[in-house]
């Protein structure tokens, strides 16, 4: 069952990569980029249409991580402990907490990301959407690391 959670979890954390790594570029990437372009056609894609997806993503992967982390804490951290894997456990630590401040992130995200917005929220835009990339990316290269080190089962 916890590693039918653990691929579930995988699965919807490749499909909050994608979304938010889709967007992160196409905020970044210039406004006039030359026509077929790899910047140019993520640039034909509205920005803001990945918004709901990265919000649901980004809850439901949290929510299942939490889940699978019970077994986590129980299973494999102590086998990690005994090991002194301690730089591991300190990068897992830290992918906690960041994801915890991604999901305090997400209602000023929304609202940056809400259609009736005007631009002036440009940067702010930018700002968050680059926040919650890089702890998307970090909590997936983290949790792979993790895995590889002391998989479930």
């Not at 630590?93 to 995200?109: C, N, R, V």
Request: hydrophobic share 55%.
């Amino acid at each position: 069952m916890v590693t039918v959670l653990l691929i579930v979890h995988g699965l919807v954390a490749v499909a909050l990569l994608g979304a938010i790594t889709h967007q992160a570029l196409s905020v970044w990437a210039p406004a006039r980029a030359r026509p077929g372009s790899f910047f140019g056609r993520y640039r034909t894609v509205p920005t803001g249409a990945f918004t709901n997806a990265i919000i649901v993503l980004y809850s439901v992967t949290a929510v299942l991580g939490a889940i699978v982390y019970l077994y986590f804490r129980v299973d494999v951290r102590p086998a990690l402990e005994q090991a002194s894997r301690w730089e591991a456990l300190g990068f897992f630590d830290l992918k906690e907490h960041f994801i915890a401040i991604g999901l305090a992130l997400l209602p000023a995200y929304y609202v940056c990301w809400r259609p009736s917005r005007n631009e002036e929220s440009t940067r702010t835009r930018m700002a968050l959407t680059s926040m919650l990339a890089f702890i998307v990316w970090w909590s997936f290269l983290v949790g792979h690391v993790m895995n590889d080190i002391r998989g479930f089962g």
